[in-house]
């Protein structure tokens, strides 16, 4: 049988003294964070018996911050992807211990996320959220951050200066879209673009960079006006069927924002009489589906599982700062799916 590893073992592995591993498991006096993760790594590598006390003695070692992380539509898949990716990587943090309040707002209007933020406040020591852009809405957060209370924006900015940001580069995401159009239809005709709103900052940088982009080529394709359906699916299905309906020559599509399943939907009532290129945002279950079947051509999707680590940490970056600052704006690109490749 082998032997069972003694205090003495653990700390040889830790290279640390008998003493200061007494100290990490009974908490007699303060041990370096550092110090402490690797005590706790060595018991996990040597198979101390106690090693889930020692996790339990980090952990309780580390500052405690309330996280408040305010995300859209609590029966939306990506959604609902994204806030148990934040939450697990909140909780692997390092240098805090983060407490992680994930709030689901199946109301987009900036009153409403107002009165959210404003209760969240009374009890978070950061927030983080997805919003539209509207004055009142950045005048609440302007205080919020003066207040000393870090404030990030996710997937989409806000005009006003004070609040860090984290997610794609829109730009490119939209001037992908328009590139992969360009290559994927080869007839001309006419190309639909629908989006959330226009007071989503990252839909409408994306849409702008969508045009721009076949401004500066030679092309036989013609842009219709955009459409909006506020990323409600039975909008955008009624969005995409006016386009089916009123615009025989349709070639293409770029959804800038959310309702996809309701542009999916519309278009395989009339796909076997009529091929359009589709290219979309976000990969789920419905669009696995979609582009497995050929309804969709092409997913520019967040990379949330970085995304959700990136912006643990910079809740501890501005934590860690005697002087907190606003962080400057973190973009990622854009994960590229196409059927082959899922």
């Not at 089916?244 to 009489?273: P, R, T």
Request: overall charge negative; charged content about 20%; aromatic content about 6%.
């Amino acid at each position: 049988m082998a032997r069972r590893p003694t205090i003495q073992d653990l700390a040889d592995a830790a290279g640390v003294s008998t003493a200061t591993v007494d100290r990490v498991l009974n908490r007699r006096s303060k041990v370096r964070e550092s110090t402490s993760q690797r005590v706790l790594i060595a018991a996990e590598d040597i198979g101390y018996h106690a090693s889930g006390l020692l996790k339990k003695r980090v952990r309780e070692s580390k500052p405690c911050k309330r996280l408040s992380i305010l995300l859209q539509r609590s029966n939306d898949e990506f959604y609902t992807t994204m806030g148990k990716a934040i939450r697990q990587a909140c909780a692997q943090e390092t240098q805090f211990q983060f407490e992680t309040n994930i709030v689901f707002m199946d109301e987009v209007t900036a009153e409403y996320i107002t009165n959210i933020i404003i209760e969240e406040s009374k009890h978070a020591d950061g927030i983080a959220l997805v919003a539209l852009d509207d004055h009142i809405l950045n005048h609440q957060i302007e205080t919020l951050v003066e207040q000393g209370i870090p404030v990030f924006t996710i997937l989409s900015p806000l005009s006003t200066t004070t609040t860090g940001h984290i997610g794609v580069d829109n730009r490119k995401a939209g001037r992908t879209a328009a590139w992969a159009i360009s290559r994927l239809t080869t007839t001309p005709g006419e190309i639909g673009i629908l989006l959330g709103s226009h007071r989503y900052l990252n839909q409408d940088i994306a849409e702008i960079s969508f045009i721009s982009y076949f401004r500066e080529i030679q092309h036989s394709f013609q842009l219709l006006p955009p459409l909006t359906n506020l990323d409600d699916e039975t909008l955008a299905y009624q969005a995409t069927k006016a386009l089916l309906d009123n615009h025989q020559n349709l070639i293409a599509i770029y959804s800038a924002g959310g309702g996809v399943n309701g542009i999916i939907n519309a278009l395989k009532e009339v796909q076997k009489n009529q091929k359009i290129t589709l290219i979309c945002n976000e990969l789920t279950c419905d669009t696995r589906l979609a582009l497995c079947d050929g309804t969709i051509d092409m997913i520019l999707a967040t990379p949330v599982q970085k995304l959700a680590h990136k912006l643990s940490d910079l809740f501890a970056e501005f934590f860690s700062h005697k002087s907190p600052k606003i962080l400057a704006p973190v973009q990622l690109s854009v994960e590229l799916h196409i059927a082959e490749n899922i």
